[in-house]
């Protein structure tokens, strides 16, 4: 489905559960149903450029889900989901310009899901959306960063942290990659990032032959990156911003 077509019917779903909501108040189905309307079109919104919508739809959501805890602050579930949807806003706000707000908002994520560990240690989902918080951050401090605002040692902290949950995947072993990239072991980092490597980690491979002297290289896989980035029908705010990183190395032109 084309992502506008699918933004459009989640905007009529949301319009229709906002009614609801307000119709029958005591009825937390209809609220939930909105956060999850919101959380679904954050992505969306930024498949087309539209980063302001998506920060708002995520804040929104983050606003309903405290609203909700406060009122059922027995329902593990409630905190859960407000967990990750201080995920998706302090992503959103880190790759925005707003990495300091991102990360604290992060940071309260990971404290919610540690405790929340604590007391359900095999949920699988809140294992999932804690690994996902600590390699978030641990991109954050070592990528998304200002230069000079940068800190690979925590950023290290936080990888090895989500390299230590039972679900590691292929997102935190391009994380450990990344921050290896930055810490100037570019050989090893290659090492990390070149098994089941996709359109991040080729971006991070192209850096890592340009930064070891081999051109020729680095141009091969920034454009195989390149290739998967625009094949895809969604346009994802991260990878750009990598892309803009492989090409401002290699002295390529810019897609911004």
């Not at 559960?17 to 609220?31: C, I, M, N, V």
């Not at 990390?192 to 896989?221: K, R, Y």
């Amino acid at each position: 489905m084309d992502p506008q077509q699918a933004e459009s019917y989640f905007l009529i779903a949301l319009s229709s559960f906002e009614r609801l909501s307000a119709e029958y108040p005591e009825d937390t189905g209809y609220r939930r149903f909105i956060f999850l309307s919101l959380k679904s079109l954050g992505p969306l919104h930024f498949s087309h450029g539209g980063t302001v919508a998506a920060t708002d739809a995520y804040r929104k959501g983050c606003d309903i889900m405290e609203r909700l805890v406060l009122d059922f602050e027995e329902v593990p579930q409630f905190r859960r989901e407000r967990a990750t949807a201080r995920i998706s806003l302090g992503r959103t706000l880190a790759l925005t310009g707003k990495q300091n707000e991102g990360a604290a908002i992060l940071q309260q994520a990971v404290d919610e899901l540690v405790e929340l560990k604590q007391k359900t240690p095999d949920h699988k989902r809140v294992e999932y959306n804690l690994i996902r918080a600590y390699n978030i951050l641990a991109r954050l401090f070592s990528n998304w960063m200002p230069a000079e605002s940068r800190d690979q040692a925590l950023a290290l902290e936080y990888a090895d942290k989500a390299k230590a949950g039972k679900q590691i995947n292929a997102d935190v072993r391009t994380t450990i990659g990344i921050v290896r990239y930055h810490s100037g072991d570019w050989a090893d980092a290659m090492r990390v990032l070149t098994p089941q490597a996709d359109d991040t980690d080729w971006l991070f491979i192209s850096m890592c032959e340009s930064n070891l002297g081999h051109p020729i290289e680095a141009v091969h896989w920034y454009e195989k990156a390149v290739d998967a980035i625009n094949n895809s029908p969604l346009t994802d705010l991260e990878l750009q911003h990598y892309r803009c990183q492989a090409e401002a190395l290699l002295g390529l032109p810019s897609v911004n």
